[in-house]
């Protein structure tokens, strides 16, 4: 048994689990609120990408420090994708709150298409390079090379915005007011809850989070295109089934399960069936725990 | 008022029936198919190029048989499943010929459709071995040479030329990658001393592939021979740079593409790929280079002188054969020789051109340079 193989494995499913982590929480917390699955998430992702790979080279032009190009890139991609979440919900969901569930999720489907056409057509189909914009540390040196720079900064940014978001939701006013929109939003607007408003908060901290994991795997790996949102999205989605959609642990969860499922499932039999696996981890643990890992059962209002 | 319309609509359907009996005899149709958009693109839009510069060449000497030529462009994405589309589209136009389509799979998907309609097709880039070997589709023919006379002059390389004995072969499952990667892991096996110490799929589109690196890695491969195309390639290559891998990267045309080393940047120096050989010199392809510089502005890019070829190729056999009949033209395909930018060309019984090759690329300081 090779341990220095296994942990580079083991950092390698991390990451990936952060990643899938950091798109995760936002259809988890969209379900959570108003049970809709919004499949345009995954573009949000995408549409941070760009928007940092756009403002990472308007500002090389300036000749600033690359790691504070890096940041004002990402805090430009968490704003603008913030705003694009609040309009989808604004544009696409808002209207259609009274209609039936499935007219919503075919109105997500259509945003996500819309939205992947929109940036082919606005910038390019081909693969882009993104910019390494973080200076090589050597993390973890003495044993070889373990960590990359950009594999350490997923894994700490995907763990304070977990802690962050913890502390929302668990202590602030606002936090509660989220929790109990989620119980029976009807109940809420009784007591006096703007429900719109956590609605679109929701849809805010959803979309920032995913821009930040777009941004942080597009320098991790170095390029983009318009259709990597796509396989993330629906990668991050099953993570959130996975853990229990609704719950916020078992989004970050079922993120990690998938993350390191596929690493070690890659690393230790083929690569072959890399995305087998992570189906069949889904599907047994679907058929024994049917609301996910840390889902609870939901009782149907009459 | 209803039965107005009902005649109108009748009267327009007529009409559009004269309309296209009319256009019939008036010129001769010439497919061009491929990845015109989507992440191949590049592979795709050079096809267009170069069938567009031939064809004004021709239609400004008077066309072929006295008629002129109209090119019909259709869109197939590199997908299997939008070519047959593209095909039945193209059937549809009446197309004497097709020049495409670029991926092997989405070709494969197509042949059989036009092998229906007797349409002949010229690949001038589907490398895919069965698809002229396999005697399936005597329509078939390509200007590039298939990918086990490729992987041949791969492993020749890696095996004969820089000594690699422990080999990982990669590729991403896909119809041209993974028969390439089954190419080269039997050449590999037949040499004595060589071991294929991996061989796998990666998942295409997967978030990162450091799964995948860290078990070449640990597989203790000296060189990577991947099968696919750029984009896979770019990450695969810069992330075993980011970890300091100080394995060699060899792969095939599909990666050979300036793509590659725009996306890929500073990770691409030193990787490998076979590709056509470089006919530059030749003074066709040097006046194809010119033409495109001229009218659109840029260097061509992948394949265009492949599609070049390809073009001159069926507009000689049609011009030699005197009709656009089937049996006639593919006769004079395989029977004349015809000066092409790649050389002086004919198509050998299953299709495949004689005197095109395989050479080995190495990304120098930003350009692949051919390694003699």
Known sequence: ?302 | MKKILVLLLISFVTFGAFATGQGEGGTIKIGVAGAHSGDLASYGIPSIKAAELVVDMYNAKGGVLGKQIELVIEDDVCKPEVATNTAAKLVGEEVVAVIGHICSGATKAALGIYKDENIITISPSATNPPLTKSGDYPNFLRTIAPDDAQADVEVTFAVDKMGFKKIAVLHDKGDYGKGFAEFCKAQLETRSGVEVVLYEGIQVGAVDYSAIINKVGNSGAEAVIFGGYHPEASKLISQMKKKNMDIAFLSDDGVKDPTFIKVAGEYSEGVYATGPVDTSSNPMAVKAVEDHKAKYGEEPGAFFLNAYAATIAVLNAIDKAGTTEYEAVSAALRSEYVETPLGKISFDANGDAIGVGFAVYQVQNGVYVELK
């Open chain 1, 1 to 302: 048994m090779n341990l220095e193989y296994f942990f580079s494995l083991f950092l390698g499913g991390l990451t990936r689990g952060s990643i899938y982590a950091l798109i995760a929480l936002g259809y988890t917390m969209v379900y959570g609120i108003i049970k809709l699955i919004n499949f345009a998430h995954g573009e949000i992702y995408m549409i941070g990408a760009f928007t940092a790979l756009i403002i990472g080279a308007a500002l090389a032009m300036t000749g600033l420090n690359p790691i504070l190009i890096f940041v004002l890139a990402c805090l430009a991609a968490i704003i603008y994708s913030a705003a694009y979440g609040v309009t989808i919900e604004k544009l696409a969901y808002r209207p259609l709150r009274k209609a039936p569930r499935l007219s919503v999720l075919i109105s997500a489907i259509g945003m996500s298409i819309f939205l992947q056409n929109y940036v082919l057509l606005a910038q390019t189909s081909d693969f882009l390079p993104f910019p390494n914009l973080l200076p090589e540390m050597k993390i973890l040196d003495p044993i070889s090379h373990l960590m990359t720079t950009s594999q350490f900064l997923i894994l700490v940014s995907t763990a304070v915005v977990m802690i962050l978001l913890t502390i929302l939701i668990k202590f602030t006013r606002m936090g509660k007011a989220m929790r109990a929109t989620a119980q029976d939003t009807d109940m809420a607007k009784l007591v006096g809850i703007n429900v719109d408003r956590v609605i679109s908060l929701t849809f805010l901290i959803g979309s920032a989070t995913a821009a930040l994991g777009g941004v942080l795997i597009s320098s991790h790996i170095g390029q983009i295109n318009f259709y990597i949102g796509f396989i993330a999205g629906i990668k991050a989605f099953v993570a959130a089934v996975l853990g229990g959609i609704g719950s916020i642990p078992g989004a970050v969860l079922g993120s990690f399960v998938l993350g390191l499922t596929e690493s070690f499932g890659t690393g230790y039999i083929s690569s072959d069936y890399e995305d087998a696996f992570a189906f069949i981890i889904l599907i047994v643990i679907l058929i024994f725990k049917p609301s996910g890992l840390l889902g609870r059962k939901e009782n149907e209002k009459v």
